[in-house]
Antibody
């Protein structure tokens, strides 16, 4: 059974960098047909895709966040990480990591972490 | 960006009701459309992919239809565990995905 677990600080100061890690168990992140990525949900708001990567090195970001976001991967630990710089209160949200299946032209998020709440405040 | 618009934003229904939620894309996305269910405090859960394919383990009372710009999620007979918020997601422009604003289904 594939499981994803987010971890990281729950409180970040404005203008600093938010850093989260997603630990994957039950599957390798270095397998074909799967991307891995981050999604966030601000309080009372909908879902916003942040970015995704494929283990062969392709990484894609939401254009609205592109200049501030970096996703990196540590295959030895079966983990991937999110860094979001210059945060403001608008970046306060529940952050989810998710497995993204891609095959036969279709793409969907079939396994999600439980989510971790990040608050941006001084 | 492809914009996804869901309607209604909320609806009230009773157990046993047939519920229909609509999602409209700002441009044609063929059948590259997924539906998710989210309960309070939980992560979203995939229900339907490719507009009408039921994800493994999802009850058959859920169904999806549509292509191009207009899509529908139908719950044939609403059950108590179905009160939740539902989101559509376009995957035409992968991996630059966008979600709809959500439809909250609550108790009438």
């Amino acid at each position: 059974q594939v499981q994803l677990q987010e971890s990281g600080p729950g409180l970040v100061k404005p203008s600093e960098t938010l850093s989260l890690t997603c630990t994957v168990s039950g599957a390798s992140i270095s397998i074909t047909n799967y991307y891995w990525g981050w999604i966030r949900q601000s309080p009372g708001k909908g879902l916003e895709w942040i970015g995704s990567f494929y283990y062969r090195g392709n990484t894609f970001y939401n254009p609205s966040l592109n200049s501030r976001v970096t996703i990196s991967v540590d295959t030895s630990k079966n983990q991937f990480s999110l860094r979001l710089g210059s945060v403001t209160a608008a970046d306060s949200a529940v952050y989810y990591c998710a497995r993204n299946y891609y095959g036969s032209g279709h793409y969907y998020m079939d396994v999600w972490g439980n989510g971790t709440t990040v608050t941006v405040s001084s | 960006d492809i914009q996804m618009t869901q309607s209604p934003s909320s609806l009230s229904a009773s157990v046993g009701d047939r519920v229909t939620i609509t999602c409209r894309a700002s441009q044609s996305i063929s059948i590259y459309l997924n539906w998710y269910q989210q309960k309070p405090g939980k992560a979203p859960n995939l229900l339907i992919y490719a507009a009408s394919s039921l994800q493994s383990g999802v009850p058959s009372r859920f169904s999806g239809s549509g292509s191009g710009t207009d899509f529908t999620l139908t719950i044939s007979s609403l059950q108590p565990e179905d009160f939740a918020t539902y989101y559509c997601q376009q995957t035409y422009r992968t991996p630059a995905l966008t979600f709809g604003g959500g439809t909250k289904v609550d108790v009438k």
